[in-house]
């Protein structure tokens, strides 16, 4: 597989052909038991849904799925909504300094070989890539990265302090089999400070488009849905519903447990609460989002950066648009799925002119619907994921029949 390809839309659907080896896939994400299945364990995240929601689909396809994560209680091996999950150690076991490398480390070497994957996934950007990844190589298994974020292809690797987790991390990146990209701004970003080719794909989303021709709504509503730290920058919301008392501004999600940044999520909590027209809605359920999508008017979101947020697909499934300081891609300029700003005045300025201009926001409503209809339904995006699983799995049968 040529690792410079960036796919095209195209439109499959369906099983996987039952005549075909199909691989068994593990993917590996500590914090996504509660994703996966469907409770609230304390922890949400875009990258665990996510990996939920691809391991769910595998797994309904007839493919041989697995899944690792922390001990939450589950019998090791148990199927969680059709995928096997293999047990780490549990998230607070061991003693501080010591237990990076026990009971971490070797936990997660001892599931993934309990999983017998023949491909691994990985989709955060950290040291435990250079774990799986040295793991895989050990025993002869292949292992796809893909990038969440788009500071984990800056090579000063900002978003990521400990030394350790640097050094692990670059490990991985540099002996990985497969990365995927979520924009080509992150593939350029890989070649010139990795010197790593990947692959771009459009990230699945599983919720159904909704009704396409959306009228502005009577009384508008601002959806955020975000965890609560700094990069954010939720203040920037609260600031501007201090400026827009008419309109209602919807606030999802909050401070995981154990998560960084425990203050500034309890001081923009707590202004949250103060601010008449903020409703605080906590962590809810995609059952219980959805709705949150289709009734407002637009999703704001207010971040330093991001990868490709699952929000804005949400968001666009239901024909709501964007209005962001952060453009993966340059789409919402060129799709006109919503509007690019820098500042809160900018946020302020678009509001107030979407607010007094219906049409421009039909049009972009109409537009966000189409661009999701069109690149990212769950069938035709995991079909693609598939495929490099299948091809990782070949190239393997072949090393190994040539030795």
Not at 55 to 78: E, F, L
Not at 296 to 324: D, K, V
Request: aromatic letters at 10%; glycine letters at 8%.
């Amino acid at each position: 597989m040529s690792q410079d390809t960036v796919t095209s839309p195209v439109a499959v659907a369906g099983p996987v052909p039952h005549d075909l080896r199909v691989p068994r896939v593990c993917f590996i994400a500590h914090n996504g038991y509660g994703a996966l299945a469907e409770v609230d364990d304390g922890h949400a995240g875009g990258v665990e849904r996510q990996l939920a929601m691809m391991a769910r689909w595998t797994a309904s396809q007839g493919i041989p799925t697995a899944m690792i994560t922390w001990d939450n209680g589950n019998p090791d091996g148990a199927p969680v909504n059709g995928v096997e999950v293999f047990n780490l150690c549990k998230r607070d076991a061991g003693l501080p300094l010591v237990r990076f490398v026990y009971p971490r480390w070797f936990s997660l070497n001892a599931a993934l070989r309990r999983a017998d994957a023949d491909v691994y996934y990985y989709n955060k950007g950290d040291g435990g890539l250079g774990q799986v990844v040295a793991w895989c190589r050990r025993a002869g298994k292949r292992c796809v990265y893909s990038v969440a974020s788009t500071p984990d292809c800056d090579p000063r690797l900002p978003a990521l302090p400990p030394m350790r987790e640097k050094i692990l991390y670059r490990y991985g990146l540099r002996r990985v089999d497969q990365i995927v990209c979520q924009t080509r701004e992150q593939q350029r970003m890989l070649v010139d400070g990795f010197g790593r080719t990947s692959l771009t794909l459009p990230m699945p989303c599983d919720y159904p488009p909704g009704q396409a021709g959306r009228t502005l709504p009577a009384s508008p509503r601002v959806l955020w849905v975000g965890r609560f730290r700094i990069e954010k920058r939720l203040e920037w919301l609260l600031d501007l519903a201090d400026r827009f008392p008419q309109v209602v501004f919807d606030v999802v999600g909050g401070m995981n447990r154990g998560a960084d940044y425990q203050r500034y999520a309890a001081d923009v909590a707590a202004r949250a609460e103060r601010t008449a027209n903020v409703v605080l809605h906590g962590r809810v359920t995609p059952e219980q989002l959805r709705p949150l999508y289709r009734d407002a008017a637009l999703l704001c979101c207010t971040s330093i950066y991001e990868g490709f947020p699952n929000t804005f697909l949400e968001g666009w499934s239901q024909g709501t648009p964007t209005l962001s300081t952060y453009d993966p891609d340059g789409i919402l300029e060129r799709e006109g799925a919503g509007w690019l700003v820098r500042s809160v005045d900018g946020l302020a300025e678009v509001l107030r002119r979407v607010l007094e201009n219906p049409a421009e926001w039909g049009d972009a409503s109409a537009r966000a619907h189409r661009y999701y209809v069109d690149n990212h339904l769950l069938d035709a995006c995991m079909q693609r994921f598939v495929a490099i699983f299948r091809e990782l799995d070949e190239s393997s049968d072949k090393n190994r029949d040539t030795r």
